[in-house]
């Protein structure tokens, strides 16, 4: 069977799973649609979190840029799971204890203010639909290499899928919706590089395979020979790095803090029973998250040997571009690679010097690898239908948050708080449509920005969820002055250092310009320490949290007497 | 209220605090310490063939972090059971 037949068949067949599912958890009130009913069982909870997080970004591209990257990948894999530490002993059970809805619920009932609220309410949408918009794009990606249809096309159908999972199952439809990708995702993510894993190095477990010998007989380990073919062809060493030590460390930070700040992760925690349950859950999302993202470092060593022997040869002389690999042309109608014949040899030459002929984009990397390594068509197809469940699962999440806000926050607690039940729900299932179809236009016309908005949306969570949330737990005094003036100073300040780079004056985004030579991508870690640093001094000069709240406070610390989430 | 007094009160989030500082402690030392700032000096110890540092950078803080939070989830546990605040 061909592959575009199989990968028809195995997505669809996933489709099919996710609307079955979506049925059989169609939510029944606000409860169940922005909390899953606050029933759902640590484990599966734990899989629905690590669905939710890695979006098509870990599936698709994360592999991909480190193989690029070598050591300075890095900043991605401590990054995006560091923050769980964070978010599971700093975050997830009190907030669990809390026992509302949304972030902007605990920010506005902690700082008793409106003002607090909104603001608040603001970050969380624009937030997600900065991510949203990328997802979207994913799917168009995946269904247009693998299926043939149009990028159009195959947004459209991703949009489709995930309106009616979301609009008709809320909460508790994505929840278990996630549990089913997350299953496709790791599968897909596993095969191809346990197949790649035994081919390079004959070690079944891409983890220990990463640092054994090549399986040619040479002797000589993996990540050595990695080294020496860098060092050969211009690049720089694989396994240490180029960015200085310090924006290392101020990158891996924000990705951290912006993880642990990030509303579509943090509201997943107020859908189990218990505390208890909150700080296990999060111990098995990182456990199933670890799980790819131990996998990806593998992954991108074997990818990057194997593509450049490709295209190089074994002799690092070139190969003939007529006598060309089927990927190599595959990927060239989606101009995700090209060929500039320089010396008009015919011959095809990858280097990180004047000698390169070859423009490869790092997105393709977890996508092509199971052709560059001649796998079965099914493992093919299987990429094709574990990318797009990420892309899907991750989407269905930032759109239930924005819903929520809309619904929950917007319209209930501000402006129509003797709402019904009914009409709520109403409201929350328009407002997720409305979300997918804007979504959706940014997937089909994305903003030339989207992929700088990334470091945006981390910049942005980081420096101004984070400190509050954290205050909000840590320090029964802090007040609502401090609270919000803090959010304002970090998240302007963090913005206005990536717009300067990123948007006014790209040409200076150097590292001689940067302020102690801290990239944007690692500016939130600064905008972070703003916050704290504003919010303490503006609550030194103004009057402490009052009575209730400082009680309230105390009363999330400890476990006992954690009720269902609920709105009132 | 759920605590039995006002000193088990304090006693049990004075606790929870040194238990999170010792646990950050490590989640520091393994990515921030390991992967980054001493990443140098390690690379220079092989351990089954990977550079020590790199190792850490790319594969071993994750394995540490998830055993972080069932420590923490653990130790807690224990914890809220000793203070009588635990959930039914």
Known sequence: MDVQLLTFI????????????????????????????????????GMATAADWMSAASFISMAGLISFMGYDGAVY???????????????????????????????GDRYYSQTARTVAVFCAIFVCFTYVAGQMRGVGVVFSRFLEVDIVTGVVIGMVIVFFYTVLGGMKGITYTQVAQFCVMIFAYIVPAVFISIMVTGHILPQTGFGATLADGSGMHLLQKLDNLSVELGFHEYTSGSKSTIDMFFITFALMVGTAGL????????????????RKSAGYALAFIAILYTTAPSLAAFARVNMI??????????????????????????????FTDKNGDGVMFYSGDERNEMKVDRDIMVLANPEIANLPAWVIALVAAGGVAAALSTSAGLLLVISTSV???????????????????FFARLAAGVAIVIAGYFGINPPGFVAQVVAFAFGLAASSFFPAIIMGIFSKRMNDKGAISGMIAGIAFTAAYIIYFKFINPAANVPENWWFGISPEGIG???????FLVAFLVFKSTDEAPEEIQELVESIRYPKGAGEASAH | MAFRNDDDKKAYWKENLSLLAKLLFVWFVVSFGAGIIFVDALDTIH??????????????????????????????????????????
């Open chain 1, 407 to 425: 619904s929950h926050d917007l319209l209930k607690r501000n402006f129509m708080p003797n709402i019904t039940d009914k009409s709520e729900l």
């Open chain 1, 263 to 278: 509303p579509h992760v943090i509201v997943r925690f107020f859908t189990v029973p218990k505390v208890h349950d909150a």
């Open chain 1, 10 to 45: 195995i997505v669809g067949a996933t489709f099919a799973l996710y609307i079955a599912i979506a049925i059989w958890a169609r939510a029944g009130s606000t409860n169940d649609f922005y909390v899953a009913g606050g029933g759902v069982p640590p484990v599966l909870n």
């Open chain 1, 525 to 531: 870690t600064l905008g972070m320490m703003v916050n």
């Open chain 1, 309 to 338: 022997e490709t295209i190089n040869g074994p002799e690092l002389t070139g190969t003939s571009y007529a006598e060309a690999p089927s990927w190599i042309k595959n990927w060239e109608q989606t101009g995700l690679i090209e």
């Open chain 2, 47 to 88: 351990f089954f063939g990977f550079k020590l540092g790199f190792w850490f950078a790319q594969q071993g803080s994750i394995y540490v972090f998830v055993a972080l939070i069932f420590v923490y989830m653990s130790k807690m546990k224990a914890m809220d059971k000793r203070y009588g605040v635990n959930e039914e």
């Open chain 1, 77 to 107: 894999l401590m990054g995006w799971t560091g923050g769980y530490v964070l978010l599971a002993l700093c975050l997830a059970p009190y907030l669990r204890k809390f026992g509302k809805f949304t972030v902007p619920d605990f920010i």
